[in-house]
T-cell receptor, first 116, second 112 residues
Framework: GAVVSQHPSRVICKSGTSVKIECRSL??????MFWYRQFPKKSLMLMAT?????????EQGVEKDKFLINHASLTLSTLTVTSAHPEDSSFYIC????????????FGPGTRLLVL | GEDVEQSLFLSVREGDSSVINCTYT??????LYWYKQEPGAGLQLLTY?????DMKQDQRLTVLLNKKDKHLSLRIADTQTGDSAIYFC????????????FGKGNQVVVIP
């Protein structure tokens, strides 16, 4: 149980285009999902907290107009990187927390984004 | 503060025990976690410990928590080649919607 999927697993796009990444909790409902960014050989940096039915809470320094987050249902959150640039190339990982369970986050497999 | 510190690299022979250490700064953390990340993959939750415990054992994994010193360790007994990965400790931040603050990660390489 507690499986989180991400789609796509890998994407290459041209500079200036927008890319949408999906995060799904497959067998549980997640009122809260988190989006992280990870640079090579670095730790995870929390970008934003996504709550179902409300606006996402962004961490300091993360542009909300650049990284659009939508959490339309209890099993799906999406991250859209708008007008992507090469510096947005990174590994994006989402996690989901079971509704009513504050202890545990389950992570997706990540999405590798390369912007040319 | 929410800084979580980890050492960077550990090599260990197959069959030996490995110990990874972590220090954290937020004394209000209720849960502390160990995650494993294999190359190109997401994070796998290995184990977690509640802050009022000082030890937790789960098969080959032993977590020790020294709350006074804000020190967390993970011991892997009988280390196997499949244990080669990066290990992250993390603390939950109660005043931050229980979001996680991660350490920098510790790469473990198991030598056959």
């Amino acid at each position: 149980g507690a499986v989180v999927s991400q789609h796509p697993s890998r994407v290459i796009c041209k500079s200036g285009t927008s890319v949408k990444i999906e995060c799904r909790s497959l067998d549980f409902q997640a009122t809260t999902m988190f989006w992280y960014r990870q640079f090579p050989k670095k730790s995870l940096m929390l970008m934003a907290t996504s709550n179902e039915g409300s606006k996402a809470t962004y961490e300091q320094g993360v542009e909300k107009d650049k990284f659009l987050i939508n959490h339309a249902s209890l099993t799906l959150s999406t991250l859209t990187v708008t007008s992507a640039h090469p510096e947005d190339s990174s590994f994006y990982i989402c996690s989901a927390r079971l509704a009513g369970n504050q202890e545990t986050q389950y992570f997706g497999p990540g999405t590798r984004l390369l912007v040319l | 503060g929410e800084d979580v510190e980890q050492s960077l690299f550990l090599s260990v022979r197959e069959g030996d025990s490995s110990v990874i250490n972590c220090t954290y700064t937020d004394s209000s953390s209720t849960y502390l976690y160990w995650y494993k990340q294999e190359p190109g993959a997401g994070l796998q939750l290995l184990t977690y410990i509640f802050s009022n415990m000082d030890m937790k054992q789960d098969q080959r994994l032993t977590v020790l928590l020294n709350k006074k010193d804000k020190h967390l360790s993970l011991r892997i007994a009988d280390t196997q080649t499949g244990d080669s990965a990066i290990y992250f400790c993390a603390e939950s931040i109660p005043h931050g919607n229980n979001r996680l603050a991660f350490g920098k990660g510790n790469q473990v390489v198991v030598i056959p």
